[in-house]
């Protein structure tokens, strides 16, 4: 009876922090490599002291003290139990109880109260004892649990995923009126995607990818929700981190035209180098060639301009000095104005979106609608009405002062671009809030290094976050003479604003660039 108490106990500590490890799963994209490179090392400390408790427990166990088993597993439960209200209290990216989640958990208590049913059944022979130990080992070790759950259910995950997949082709098959145009780039996509959906929507009915949704599921779920029989257009955004993550959306959904908005060092981490982002990025012009359809591409993306096929007819350069692309360019701190080209025709237009590549997603947007019949009096109207995308660029009010809210997925250019975006700002006392920016590979210093150099030639106050990975922006902040005395380095975003509240004004702006997700935050 008591070594059931424990038993259950255990279990029910180990449920708690499943609620970390199923966070920290979810955020690597529930692929179990990268799950365990958060594992290690940012795990190691909290593993190395569940390896010590398991150990204890093993040696009071083999002594039968088993009233101190007890005593060990309430205390595990009870730090367990702080642990998972304190992580979702203080979470960027909380867990997210999707239906794929709450089948991790339904597993995860099946497993466990089979291993508990077996250790009572034969709670009187050796077996009995082995399944005690398996039950307190994975109670302790949990990134061992987490892996044994996600391969129990694989295979109705992806028997799952097969059937709305399958359900989503169908809906698509049977629409041959329906014109479907993807998007994809290394960055700018969700901007653009949201661009071209504004501008489109003046004369058609359209559907675009919510939020970020730009994943085989997240597409496939847009399909099936979404998609009405008065749906005439469906803008498909396409993310990427592996060559063949693009083909695989693009078998789902067929693209008639294309919009590639850049190539760039995004992902290397796992891509491996710029000729597998390249590749994999124009797997959307290989399907929309296929379909017969015009893929318009990113002249201004110099790993774009240098490696497309100038022979190929069914990619449109926009950009540079080619038919479709920006001229006159007037900015200032609240937005800009300047002429479009497209094919021929100029106009003016105004946009309150900050920032250059603002102006290029908005060229992208507006050159395909061109293409695809919207008139250069509608493509005036959406773009002097368009919104910052949430998250990129998007300015707000802040302690009677402003905040410039460019958190969401940084990159190497953009992130430039966003400081001098605040540069702008005349007569305010300007600071910049980052953790710097993260799967760049090899680059990934070098990339930091210059938005420190950046900061440091734009900024009144630089504050950055995570000590170690703030390291490649300090450097480059150390070879200027940026007054050293106005560059904080703190742990979170949460001391960050604790940092800037008492210093923020009427007449100050802060740029929160990139907002990390917890499992790279150090």
């Not at 490890?21 to 690597?28: G, I, K």
């Not at 169908?170 to 994809?184: A, E, P, Q």
């Not at 290094?449 to 995570?466: M, Q, R």
Request: glycine content about 6%.
């Amino acid at each position: 009876m008591l070594l059931l108490i424990v038993s259950l106990i255990l279990s029910l500590s180990l449920i708690c922090g499943l609620v970390r490890q199923f966070q920290m799963l979810q955020q690597n994209s529930y692929f179990p490599s990268r799950y365990l490179k958060w594992v290690y090392p940012s795990f190691m400390n909290e593993l190395t002291f569940l390896c010590f408790g398991f150990c204890i427990s093993s040696a009071l166990y083999l002594a039968k003290k088993y009233y101190f088993c007890i005593a060990l597993s309430v205390i595990v439960f009870l730090i367990r139990l702080i642990l998972a209200v304190k992580t979702n209290k203080n979470s960027i990216k909380k867990l997210v109880y999707t239906a794929r989640v709450k089948r991790l958990f339904a597993a995860s208590v099946l497993i466990l109260g089979i291993l508990i049913a077996l250790s009572q059944i034969f709670k009187d022979s050796m077996q009995g004892q082995i399944f005690y130990m398996i039950i307190s080992l994975l109670c302790f070790i949990s990134p061992l649990f987490v892996l044994i759950v996600w391969c129990v259910t694989y295979p109705l995950e992806k028997t799952v995923s097969n059937y709305y997949v399958n359900d989503a082709k169908k809906i698509l098959k049977s629409r041959n009126d329906l014109t479907v145009i993807g998007i994809t780039g290394s960055f700018g996509k969700t901007t653009t995607k949201f661009i071209l959906n504004r501008i489109l929507s003046e004369k058609f009915n359209t559907v675009c990818t919510p939020q970020s949704f730009n994943t085989p599921m997240g597409v496939v779920r847009t399909v099936r929700n979404d998609i009405k029989p008065n749906t005439q257009i469906f803008i498909c955004e396409m993310g990427a981190k592996k060559k063949g993550d693009i083909k695989e959306i693009c078998d789902i959904a067929h693209p008639d035209y294309g919009v590639i908005t850049s190539v760039g060092a995004q992902h290397l981490d796992t891509f491996g180098s710029m000729e597998n982002v390249f590749s994999t990025k124009f797997e959307l012009a290989d399907s929309v060639k296929q379909k017969g359809g015009i893929t318009f591409i990113s002249a201004d993306s110099e790993e774009i301009y240098k490696r497309y096929d100038k022979c190929d007819n069914s990619l449109i350069l926009f950009g540079k000095e080619e038919n479709y692309r920006v001229e006159n360019i007037k900015r200032n701190a609240f937005g800009s104005n300047f002429d479009l080209v497209l094919d021929g025709n100029k106009f003016s237009v105004t946009t309150k979106l900050l920032g250059l590549h603002s102006i290029y997603d908005i060229l992208a947007g507006a050159s395909i609608a061109y293409k695809l019949g919207v008139s250069s009096d509608d493509i005036k109207v959406a773009v002097s009405s368009l919104k910052p995308t949430e998250h990129r660029l998007e300015l707000k009010s802040f302690n009677g002062g402003l905040l410039i809210d460019d958190a969401y997925n940084s990159n190497p250019v953009g992130c430039l671009e966003a400081v001098r975006t605040l540069g702008n700002f005349d007569g305010y006392k300007k600071t910049i809030i980052t953790p710097g920016l993260i799967e760049l590979g090899s680059k990934e210093y070098e990339a930091n290094y210059n938005l420190g150099l950046e900061a440091a030639k734009y900024c009144d106050i630089i504050i950055l976050v995570g000590k170690n990975r703030s390291v490649p922006m300090m450097d480059a902040i150390n070879t200027t003479d940026f007054n050293k005395n106005n560059v904080f380095v703190v742990s979170s975003f949460k001391e960050a604003m604790a940092v800037y509240t008492p210093i923020a004004d009427k007449n100050s702006v802060v740029l929160l660039e990139n907002d990390l997700p917890d499992n790279y935050l150090n």
